[in-house]
């Protein structure tokens, strides 16, 4: 997988950019400046500004190393990020050197991706890939270890960058990446010729690094549960509020503290269907009646059906605990740090101290932001009529307009809009939309199927990065009402 997305000749390029930064570096002295260094280049030399924007961009690589270690810039090369890092501003990489070195010292969602996801994959690349480049840089005349943070930060905190010096690594964090492998060490050409070439040789001993981590290996029993609730009856089916928003916010605060004061908590599965079997009395959902599920009860999968067998509900709380805990950072990060996620306490006023109804007023006014990363297809044509020796784009329908760029499934003008989020949102909850496509075809083997049918005869085989499902509902700072 790294060999056709050319990893190695990408880390090596990075190498190059840092080993050109560091020897410009070496020869700038009080009487120096790289305008000079250029004039006693040959004739054949680059433009000045292509030369200065190598050393920079060298010296955003180089930071990049000397806060996550050597092989950070193997994780950048792997998700294919190294252009993105060289069209950072230059303080950036530096600002992300910082935070590596002193997770501490970040925001706690920040400090737990750092510590939970980077520093584990680095110190694992380290262990597999134990490298070493010797007389690769000429700070240091002997050969680095690049396993070991101590050495590489030797070799880079003394390099001057007309900046303040990084901190040191904060040791409780990065622990398992202070000293060095004392294994073989391998060269960088043969790293290189590895991950370059798909054809070449591959070494034995590489592991998948990416791949099948998160595999399901055992799956949890299923709980199933049969209720009496008829989802087709009129009482069922209606509205319990006029629409109102107002009229909801307040129903709503009502029936939340009917569930506080007054829900059944239940105790066990068998708790659960003793409950259930009694709870809709002619199919029927009997108005302000509660019953509280902890997840602590549930052996790890749950699904409850309705009277006709159609699924209710389906519930699961098996996520690997690594996958939980970074869930919420994951998803803050994929808005690269634009402030979009608010603490909502609109359900929590005080009606001594202000008229509520006024305050939902104008809680109920505000605007909020959902986005539809959708396939679309509401205006599919059958067909079934047409001649068979003319183009579809040559046919006009007889009756209205025809748009046909609208007659095969698309994509949401939105998914065009937000293309970055998007794409930032597929990367980094990729191991959550695998974990749960796995969980959906075990557990709901017809529904997976019936849904991935719909994926797999998408156009230009652009499939769903969210299959089984074709759409990715985006809502923040959203409370939900009753509706």
């Known amino acids: 997988g790294w060999g056709g997305k050319g990893v190695g000749w990408s880390l090596i390029s990075m190498v190059n950019y840092i080993q050109l930064a560091m020897k410009c ?19 054949d030399r680059p433009t000045l500004r292509t030369f200065l924007f190598w050393i920079a961009t060298g010296f955003k690589f180089m930071h990049l190393a000397a806060g996550g270690s050597f092989y950070l810039l193997i ?17 950036v990489p530096w600002e992300i050197a910082k935070m590596l070195r002193r997770p501490n010292s970040c925001e706690s969602d920040l400090q737990l991706l750092i510590e939970r996801r980077i520093i584990p994959m ?20 002997r050969e680095v270890d690049w396993t070991c943070i101590r050495d590489t930060d030797c070799l880079f905190d003394g390099v001057n960058t007309n900046n303040y010096q990084l901190p040191s690594h904060r040791k409780s964090a990065w622990r398992s ?43 949890p029993r299923l709980i199933s549960i049969e209720t009496a609730f008829n989802r087709n009856a009129p009482e069922n089916r209606r509205n319990p509020v006029n629409g109102d928003k107002v009229q909801n916010l307040l129903w709503t605060i009502k029936q939340r503290k009917i569930v ?18 009694t709870f809709y009395p002619s199919g029927i959902k009997q108005l302000d009646a509660y019953i509280r599920i902890p997840m602590s009860i549930l052996p790890g999968a749950l699904e409850i059906c309705n009277l006709d067998g159609s699924l209710m509900a389906f519930i699961c709380n098996f996520m690997p605990p690594s996958m939980r805990d970074t869930l919420f950072p994951l998803l803050k990060s994929a808005f690269d740090c634009l402030e979009v996620f608010m603490n909502r306490t609109v359900l929590s006023i005080s009606q001594e101290t202000q008229d509520p109804e006024a305050v939902l007023q104008s809680k109920a006014n505000e605007p909020f932001r959902c986005i539809h990363f959708s396939h679309w297809n509401r205006y599919g044509l059958s067909g079934n009529t047409a001649p068979a020796d003319a183009h579809p784009h040559d046919l006009v329908a007889t009756s209205g307009r025809t748009n046909l ?18 794409l930032n949102i597929q990367n980094n909850l990729r191991e959550v939309f695998e974990w749960i496509e796995q969980t959906v075809a075990h557990y709901l083997p017809d529904d997976y ?4 049918e719909l994926v797999n005869i998408l156009p230009n085989a652009g499939g769903s990065p969210i299959k089984p499902f074709l759409s990715l509902v985006v809502n923040i700072n959203v409370c939900t009402i009753g509706h």
């Open 260 to 277: 506080e004061e007054s829900a059944v908590t239940i105790t066990d599965t068998e708790d659960l269907k003793a409950k259930l079997s």
């Open 449 to 452: 199927t019936a849904l991935a």
């Open 405 to 422: 760029t609208q007659t095969l499934p698309y994509m949401s003008c939105e998914t065009f809009e937000y293309e970055q989020l998007y």
């Open 25 to 43: 570096q070496s020869m700038i002295d009080s009487s120096t400046n790289y305008s000079d260094l250029y004039n006693t280049l040959p004739v």
């Open 75 to 91: 994780l950048v090369a792997a998700k294919d990020l190294r252009w993105t890092v060289t069209r950072m501003q230059a303080n």
């Open 177 to 219: 990446c202070l000293d060095p492998c004392w294994d073989d060490t391998l060269s960088l050409g043969c790293i290189t010729r590895s991950f370059g070439d798909v054809g070449a040789a591959r070494l034995p001993h590489l592991p998948k690094f990416f791949d099948d981590s998160t595999s399901i290996k055992t799956f």
């Open 122 to 141: 680095i110190s694992r690349l380290r262990k597999v890939l134990p490298l070493s480049i010797a007389g690769a840089f000429v700070a240091l005349d």
